[in-house]
Nanobody, 120 residues
């Protein structure tokens, strides 16, 4: 059973930074392309960044040059470095597999996510 445990969210002022972590069970990050998704109430989950096992990364225009996705294969962990945060980045952030870009379905059950709130 594949599981994802997201952490690192919190309350931050506009312009601040956070680093999210996603610990995956097994060697998922070495096999599948992984993505960070976010969701706000009443909206569909949105894929914001994706990275392949080889390290090729892409990000949505809304977060480009501010968010960076990375992986640590040895730790089976996916990271999302978020800089210059804006109030519109407020959401629950999740990780999962991401077979395609910019839209993707996921292969496994969702974790609990981590709440990011950007507010002064």
């Amino acid at each position: 059973q594949v599981q994802f445990v997201e952490s690192g969210g919190g309350l931050v002022q506009p312009g601040g930074s956070l680093r999210l972590s996603c610990a995956a069970s097994g060697s998922i990050v070495s096999i599948y392309a992984m993505g960070w998704y976010r969701q706000t109430p009443g909206k569909q989950r949105e894929l914001v960044a994706r990275i392949t096992p080889g390290g090729s990364a892409v990000s949505a225009d809304s977060v480009k040059d501010r968010f960076t996705i990375s992986i640590d294969n040895a730790k089976n962990t996916v990271y999302l470095q978020m800089n210059s945060l804006k109030p519109e980045d407020t959401a629950v952030y999740y990780c999962n597999t991401a077979r395609s870009w910019p839209f993707s379905s996921s292969d496994f059950a969702w974790g609990q996510g981590t709440q990011v709130t950007v507010s002064s």
